[in-house]
Each structure stands twice: as C-alpha cells, then as structure tokens.
C-alpha cells in the first residue's frame, strides 16, 4: 500500500524553493504529490507550503527526517512531516454548555474528524449522558479555587497516560495555567464569541443585545498564556435582525461556535494550519 505524508514548510522566501521540495520527494520517493499549497508573507519575507504526497517506496519519520535534513539545513527551512495514516488521539474539554460537544461527537460519527476521541473531561456532571451515548471515556473533575491545581495536575497525568496529540475546548469555562499550555504548545484549541473586547464577563449575549449589536460572531484560536490571544485560526459572523431577540441572539451565536471550531479541528487534523507571529496560514 502506498504510504501518504503531510509535508509542512515555513522559511526565509527565495527563488528556486518549490523546485528543490519537488526535486526532492520525486528523486528520493518518486512521489505522487496530491496537493500542493504555498503562500508568501511579502510583510516578513517568509514562505509557507504545505505538500500532501504519496509514495510505494518505504518512508518512515526517521528515514525521511535523515535524508530530507540536508536540504532543510541549506535552505534554512523549518519543516515537520506527518503521517495522516495513524489518527491523532483528542481529549475534549467542557463545562456546562453542551452545543460544542455534541456537534464535535456527531461530526466524528459520521467521519468528518478523522481522530481518535479518547475522552472528554468536565467539571460538570451533564456532559457524561452525551459522552455515554457516544462511547467515549468521560472524567468528571470538578474545580474549586482550593482544588483547581490538584485538578490541573490530575489534567496533565491523564492526557500523558493517553498520548493525547489535541486538546479542544469545547465552551470549557476554566482558565489554562501557564504550564498546561507550554505542555501542549499550538495543541490546544478554544472556542469564543467574538464580542471581545467590547462585552466581557459571564453574560455577553445580554449585554450586546442590550446594546443593539448589528453583527455577531465567533472565533476559534490557539491557546496562549495570554487569555484568547493566540493565534486565530477561523471566525463567522452573522446579522441580527430587527426582529431578534436574546434568545434568538444566543442560538446564532451557538451556531457560529460550533461551526468555527469544528473547522479549526478538521483543518487541525488535516494538518492544514501553520502558525507564525501570532498568527496562522490556513491551507486549502
């Protein structure tokens, strides 16, 4: 069976960098390549790709990463090749809205995120139904202020335990220490309404519809040590009529939540996303 690799590269822009990439994969794998992508940031001088291939020759991380890092080293790339073959393992985080959750768990049945869901975690005891319904693993860990460090440690041990390679965070109402996420660098995905930094706290929703908002939205990103400041890697917005109310409010705003972070998934999965600056290239 032939074996597919997922090649990502971001470096200093020069001439002549597709024709070496390609000359490699063609002369060392005689590669079919089934997708190629690139951009340019003319701002920073930088360029990305991203090469989706596949060869009958044996590739494995170790052979390619021996033979490819002559030509990453004189051409300054920095790169990472990915095998789609074997499905990444997800832990999904949540709390006491389910919107997220349900649509992430009915999206994987029926085989848009191609993952392994190993378990969902919560500090509220409604998720376990719908994670019961779906057969994935459920760990209830409740967060007080005197426990949430004790809790966060039980956090670490258990995504470690079950190699976890992505955390999503499905409306999961907690803060992520420092150290949680620089265990988990650009492996951890949070979802949001896009109010901020217009309409802060517990209640959003209320406070945009108590000011007339015209437009709504919502934002998946990367987790950073800086509170929803990472790197942004999908938003959508829509229009509120007239005629809206609070609750209509709500559930278009659920909607573009769920929406964006399922496409920040997938194209996580699909190893589509470069992160740079701050911010993020999205390939096709």
């Known amino acids: 069976m032939p074996t597919t ?18 000359n490699f994969l063609v002369d060392n794998y005689d590669a079919n390549v089934l997708n190629a992508d690139q951009h340019q940031d003319a701002a ?21 990463r021996a033979l490819f890092a002559p030509l990453a080293t004189s051409m300054n790339l920095n790169w990472k090749i ?11 985080f949540v709390s006491h809205y389910l919107h997220c959750l349900a649509d992430l768990l009915h999206r994987h049945q029926t085989g848009e995120l191609p993952c392994e869901l190993a378990l969902i975690v919560s500090n509220h005891e409604s998720a376990r139904p719908l994670a019961e319904f779906y057969g994935v693993p459920f760990h209830f860990t409740p967060v007080t202020p005197a426990t949430r460090q004790a809790v966060e440690v039980q956090h670490l041990e258990l995504l470690a335990a079950n190699n976890i390679d992505l955390i999503v965070l499905a409306r999961y109402m907690q803060i992520l220490s420092p150290r949680f996420v620089e265990a988990h660098p650009l492996r951890i995905i949070n979802v949001h309404h896009s109010f ?22 919502a934002t998946s990103h990367y987790v950073t040590e800086e509170l929803d400041e990472g790197p942004i890697i999908e938003q959508d917005v829509t229009r509120v009529a007239q005629s809206d109310q609070l609750p ?22 699909a190893h589509r996303i470069l992160s740079y600056a701050n911010k993020t290239v999205i390939f096709s």
């Open 82 to 92: 990915t095998f789609p073959a074997r499905p990444q393992k997800v832990a999904i």
């Open 196 to 217: 901020l930094p217009a309409f802060t706290g517990a209640k959003p929703y209320h406070a945009a519809f108590a000011r007339g908002v015209k437009l709504i939205g």
């Open 44 to 64: 920073l001088g930088l360029f990305f790709m991203r090469v989706e291939f596949e060869t009958e020759l044996p590739c494995d991380d170790a052979q390619f």
């Open 5 to 22: 690799a997922v090649l990502l590269i971001d470096c200093p822009d020069r001439k002549g960098l597709v024709a070496a990439i390609a």
């Open 248 to 269: 209509d409010l709500i559930q278009k705003g659920r909607d573009l939540e769920r929406l964006v972070l399922s496409r920040g998934v997938r194209w996580h999965l």
